[in-house]
């Protein structure tokens, strides 16, 4: 597998051919959407919900650049949510899926050993983990975030014997909901720690407002008898909230976390299916932390190529799960685990895609405090904020109609970009790790012109 190890280059960075945006003028009108039509109100359920904020027909993608189906280019910062953290179909990617297909490698091995896992494995330990100093078991869970979310509670429970799971205000972690509860086999039913326990919401950091350490709140309640708080198993933290409205917790206060719980025997799990593959620039977001978590949940962009996979990262003490405890049918998605490998390779090898993402948030950011100028002057933006951490950057306009409101304006002019947070005031931008530098520029102009569109109505 060593020849395909290899230093970044720009070719990997930069898209071959780049499609030019349709509209990369922020003067210039609108672009019509086609609006989605009578099949999708007859046959696609009412809980569909991207293709309402997105009202057109895909049709091809290449990086950062989504094409519909009338030829409209869009310029595309939401990047599946956080699972294309390296674009749409790249070239290297792309190769090694259709090299692997074309041999008829196994495309659906349960959880059985293949040569796409052991190649996936052995990168992972060799380019992700050792390096990092870090020793996990990993454990492939059914391809959903959710679902690895669920087998880190199910563990930790399992591991402590106790039920309590510690979450924070603002937290997002999936939403599946019983499945085990409708399953009859006293196998899975009765395994220690599969039943749901109590969870307590604390405050994440600076919920409180600046000046109350939430750290020392937690910690009261838990060493406190009188405060009617049960030893839990475990934390389960997001060092930046994505979906709650791009929240970043200070190094320190997850380092303090991280001490907290090694003091309590409390385990902590780092949620990273969002922040996780480079979104904050490491590759694992709490890396800057200088922290090793218990348990680390991956899946989003693990694959790299939007294919679904997901993973436990547990420390092997922890492992003790029985066979088959938790399973699935699609544990270990073989053509994910083909482009999951070739990602690791082609961008992980060395420092230059993290160094690249690191840049591209430094003018993403500086770009969204120059606009949140432009809202305050305009007498709008006094709840107005701009935050992130690497390419995980939002602008706070503490108002969700405007939110809303920006993110329509700039779908109109061919940028894809997101609300967040409880209320949706905040608008999320995650473009590609691998967009260039114009990429950011033309966004933030789409962004602006979409903003001046919104105060002049
Ligand atoms: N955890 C975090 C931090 C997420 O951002 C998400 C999805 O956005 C999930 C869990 C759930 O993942 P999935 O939608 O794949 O179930």
């Not at 917790?249 to 719980?261: C, I, K």
Request: glycine share 10%; with cysteine.
């Amino acid at each position: 597998m060593d020849d395909a190890v290899r230093e970044i280059t720009e070719q990997d960075i930069v898209p071959r051919k780049t499609i030019p945006l349709s509209e990369e003028c922020p003067d210039a009108p609108a672009v019509p959407a086609p609006i989605l039509g009578a099949l999708y109100d007859r046959l696609e359920s009412c809980v569909r919900s991207y293709s309402r904020s997105f009202p057109t027909e895909f049709s091809s993608a290449q990086n950062t650049r989504l094409v519909d189906s009338n030829g409209t280019v869009f310029l595309d910062f939401f990047a599946g949510a956080g699972s294309l953290n390296y674009g749409h179909n790249h070239p290297a990617l792309k190769k090694a899926l259709i090299d692997y297909i074309k041999k008829d490698g196994v495309t659906q091995g349960l959880d059985m050993a293949t040569g796409a896992k052991s190649a996936f494995l052995e990168a992972f330990d060799t380019t992700i983990l050792q390096p990092r100093g870090l020793q996990y078991k990993i454990q492939f869970t059914g391809p959903t975030g959710a679902n690895c979310v669920e087998a880190a509670l199910k563990l930790a429970r399992k591991v402590t014997g106790r039920a309590g799971i510690i979450s924070f205000t603002n937290g997002f972690h999936g939403m599946s909901l019983g499945a085990l509860s409708v399953t009859a086999n006293p196998y899975y039913r009765n395994s220690p720690g599969s039943l749901p326990g109590p969870v307590t919401f604390m405050p994440y950091d600076g919920f409180l407002g600046p000046s109350t350490d939430t750290i020392d709140y937690i910690r009261r309640y838990l060493s406190e008898p009188g405060s009617g708080l049960a030893k839990p198993a475990a934390f389960i933290v997001e060092t930046v909230q994505g979906e709650g409205g791009v929240n970043v917790a200070s190094l320190d206060w997850l380092r303090r976390l991280s001490a907290l719980a090694h003091e309590q025997d409390i385990l902590l799990i780092i949620d990273d299916i969002q922040m996780g593959c480079g979104r904050t620039s490491p590759f694992f977001s709490f890396e800057p932390a200088e922290i090793k978590p218990d348990i680390v949940v991956l899946s989003k962009s693990l694959s790299g190529y939007g294919l679904p996979l997901s993973a436990l990262l547990i420390r092997p003490a922890l492992d003790i799960w029985a066979p088959g405890e938790h399973n699935g049918t699609f544990r270990g998605n073989n053509l994910a685990f083909v482009t999951a490998t070739a990602a690791i390779k082609t961008f992980w090898s060395s420092r230059d895609l993290q160094e690249h993402a690191s840049h591209l948030g430094r003018t993403l950011n500086a770009g969204l405090c120059e606009l949140i100028e432009v809202v305050r002057q305009c007498g709008r933006g006094r709840a107005a904020w701009a935050r992130g951490r690497g390419l995980i950057q939002a602008i706070d306009f503490g108002d969700p109609l405007m939110a809303r409101r920006v993110v329509q304006f700039a779908f109109e002019r061919g940028l894809l970009v997101e609300t967040a947070g409880v209320e949706g005031s905040t608008v999320k931008l995650l473009p590609p790790l691998t967009s260039t530098s114009e990429d950011i520029s033309a966004g933030l102009r789409i962004l602006r012109s979409s903003v001046e569109a919104v105060l002049s109505t």
